[in-house]
C-alpha cells in the first residue's frame, strides 16, 4: 500500500534521511507503519538544517517531493504565489494519482491547494488531520475557514475522514474527534499529590511568539509574587520574542523566579513537568495544545486561555483553570481558584484525562482508519 502525505512542515535533509518538526514527523512514523511506501509532499527548509525540535522519518522506503512554499501576505509575495501554483498543483496531483490512501495535514496554504486537488480522486481512500482550531465561532484566517469549508462538504471530500481536535455538535458526518499524544503506555505514573504550601512552580513549553503570549505567561509569574504567592516560571523554547523576553526579565529583577532554558530535550521537559505543580499557556489559538495535555500527563494542573478545544479538555475547569487573556483577570481568578479548589483532586482529574490518550491508543486510531486499505 502507497501513503501520500500533502504537509506544510518545511524538511532538511541529512545522510540520505529527511527531517522536519518533531511531534509532526512521530506521528506520520506511526501512520507509515501500516503502509509499504510513504510520499511526502511538501516545502524544503531553505538552510537544510536540522533544528534541536526536528527528528526524522523512520519509513525505509519514503520518497519526498519538494514543492516550494508561499503566502500572499504582500503584493509581491501574492504575485509569486500565482507562478509557484501550477507547479505544486501538478505535483500534487502526479503523487496523489501514484497514490492507494491519500492523507492531508491541514491548516496551510500547501494543505489547500491539496484540498481542491483531492476533489479529482473521489474513489480514493483519503483522511485529514487538521491540527489547527477547528472552533467554527473563532476568528480564522479566509483560507483556513475556506479549508475548512471544503473538508466539511461530504460531496467534495467523498471517501475522506476529517480528523480534528475536540468534539464540536452539529457537524457533517465525515468529521471525526481525534486527540493526539506525547507519551506511550508504559510512561503513565501514578498520581502523587504534591504539596501547594510550597513555592509554586510554573512550566511554559512552546514557541516565543506572541500567539503563545510569553510575555503575559512571565507578567502572570511576576504579579503573584508582587502579591506574595511565591512562585517560580521554568519557560522551554524558543523563538523570535526570546531577546525582548531576557530583556524583560533582567530590567524587572526577575533573575530568580523566571528561567528561560531555550529548546531543551524531550526528557529534560518531562522531568521538569513531573515536579512542577502548574503547566501554563495563555495562547491566543491554538490546534491541539501539546504542552497542556502532556503537563496534564503527569498530574500538573494546566492553566491556559479557552481558545480550540482546551475548554474541553480541561473539562471546563473541574480538571484545570480557564484564564482569561488579561493580566489582572488572570492573576485574580487564579489566586480565587488556587485558594478555594481541591487542587489534588483537579491535578488527579487532569492526569485520569490525560492519560487516556497515549501513543499506543494513537497507533491504533491510526491502524482503524488505513488498516483497511491494505
Partial sequence: MKLAIITIVKHSQENGRYYGYAPYVREMNLWGGYVDEVIVVGPKQESNQIDAIDTAYTHQNLRFVAVPNFNILSFFQAFKALMVLPIIFY??????????????????????????AQVFFPNKKKSTKYAGNWDPNSQQPWSYRLQQAILRNTFLTRNMRVLVYGEWPNETKNIQPFISATYYEHEKVPFKPKDYTQVLSFVFAGALVVGKRPLLTIQIIEHLNSLGVKSVLHMYG??????????????????????????QDKSVVKAQLMEAHFNILPSKSEGWPKAVAEGMFFGCIPVATKVSCVGWMLGNGTRGILIEPDLEAAVAHFITIFRSADLDAMAKAALDWSQQYTFDRLEADIGSIVSSEK
Fill in 238 to 263: 524558543d523563538g523570535p520574542l526570546m531577546d525582548e523576553l531576557q530583556v524583560y526579565v533582567k530590567e524587572r529583577g526577575l533573575e530568580h523566579c523566571v528561567f528561560l532554558y531555550g529548546n
Fill in 91 to 116: 505535483r500534487i496531483l502526479k503523487v496523489m494519482r501514484q497514490a492507494d490512501h491519500i492523507h492531508l495535514r491541514c491548516p496551510g496554504n500547501i494543505s489547500l491547494v491539496a484540498c481542491v
